[in-house]
């Protein structure tokens, strides 16, 4: 138990930048803080923490340490969370990266109404279009909205997920003659630059062999939101989420563009780091999200 008290002492120094900052957060005083981590170095028999009046930073040994120890303290606290998932309500901090997209949509409702089932369990909701690294900027779990790609971490389907290309009547009017997507090549195109592959749409035929069409148009915008109501404007052609093109569509506001030839391969996912104890924070809230998206399809 020393031991672990004088490793949480020594990773709340390095978190806090500094003994003065952890004491004020953990409500230990600045000297039992010092005290600890110096016992920790002694037994180490290693420098982790260069100290001067003005200057706060860690050694070498003290960088290796600090991500090797952070993890061990987060196996501990999660496997503790495990044996009190049965006995208590959800508790402690929750950091979720999701796609604004998402948050924006109204699918973002699954988070709101997570957080209103446990009020006891601070979720923190970042909403960023970027592929994020968990492990380094700290997040607990993520969700994407992708073709899911071997990037290491573990990944859990929640619902299914797929586009639409879609335009007014009047708009379709215009080109009567788009048979197949290899003539979407000269049919002006709203640009959503959020999308990895801007200019280009992959397509698969009948016999599951895959083609691209590269596109192009006069309007980009860096939110499907925008695209949504560009393409409700009779702009052009728009790539949209279902879940947020699909009132538009089941209206008839918009109509859609060869759904028999987009690919499938795409998911809405749960993404968190590979642990050995997965944080009961973590797995519940996932479930959750799973059982939102079977009840709201």
């Known amino acids: 138990m020393d031991t672990l008290t004088r490793i949480r002492a020594f990773i709340d120094v390095v978190e806090a930048e500094g003994f003065s900052a952890a004491a004020r957060k953990t409500g230990r005083s600045k000297a039992l803080l010092s005290k600890y981590v110096r016992e920790l170095e002694d037994d180490l028999g290693a420098l982790l923490l260069n100290r001067t009046t003005r200057q706060f930073s860690m050694t070498e040994a003290g960088h290796t340490y600090y991500r090797t120890a952070s993890d061990i303290l987060k196996e501990i606290d999660n496997l503790a969370d495990l044996v009190r998932e049965n006995n208590q309500q959800l508790k402690g901090r929750l950091r979720v990266s999701v796609p604004r997209t998402f948050v924006d949509a109204d699918v973002g409702q699954s988070l709101i ?38 990037s290491g971490m573990i990944a859990r389907k929640i619902s299914d997920f797929r586009v639409h290309l879609c335009a007014t009547q009047e708009f379709l009017d215009r080109y009567p003659a788009l048979a197949h997507p290899s003539d979407l090549a000269h049919v002006p195109f709203i640009i959503d630059t959020n999308t990895r592959s801007q200019g280009t749409i992959r397509f698969v035929d009948a016999d599951s062999t895959t083609f691209n069409v590269a596109i192009s148009g006069t309007l980009e915008v860096n939110s499907p939101h925008a695209t949504l109501r560009a393409a409700l404007a009779g702009l052009g052609i728009a790539i949209v989420p279902d879940f947020i093109g699909r009132k538009a569509i089941e209206s008839g506001q918009l109509l859609t563009l060869f759904n028999d030839y987009l690919p499938t391969d795409r998911g809405i996912y749960a993404v968190y780091p590979h642990r050995r104890y997965l944080p009961a924070k973590v797995r519940i809230f996932v479930d959750y999200l799973h059982n939102w998206f079977r009840k709201h399809g």
């Open 113 to 150: 109404d997570f957080a209103r089932e446990n009020p006891d369990l601070s979720l923190e909701i970042a909403a960023d279009d970027r592929f994020v690294d968990l492990i380094e900027e700290g997040f607990d779990v993520a969700v994407r909205v992708t073709k899911l790609e071997d």
